[in-house]
């Protein structure tokens, strides 16, 4: 039982794919861009993933220490991709809390 409470290891390689995505779509340097392009860019990226996180939660439903393994995951790479700390905490947050409320709504309390 305590065994499934403290693997992680789905939650490693969703923060692993968000980096990815984020990487691929939207590199540190083009941050700050603005222009149709980079709005469509972002709006793609958001949609995978919300889609990423919505297969996560119909999979694995996540434990309080998973959700909290997955903000530390996922600001750490956003970090060592060369993202600002702002923008990885900011971000940070937003995912989790997408994968709370997709958890929630996939799993309700009984």
Known sequence: ???????????????????RELVKGLPPQQLDTQSKQAEKTRTRIDDRIRSHAQQ????????IYQKAKLGSQLQDGLLAAG?????????????????????TQTHPKK
């Open 56 to 63: 996560l939660v119909n999979n694995h439903q996540l434990n």
């Open 83 to 103: 993202y600002p700390k702002t923008f990885s905490k900011s971000f940070t947050y937003d995912v989790v809390r997408l994968v709370a409320l997709a958890s």
């Open 1 to 19: 039982m305590f065994g499934s409470f403290f693997n992680t290891s789905h939650v490693d390689t969703f923060a692993a794919l968000v980096v």
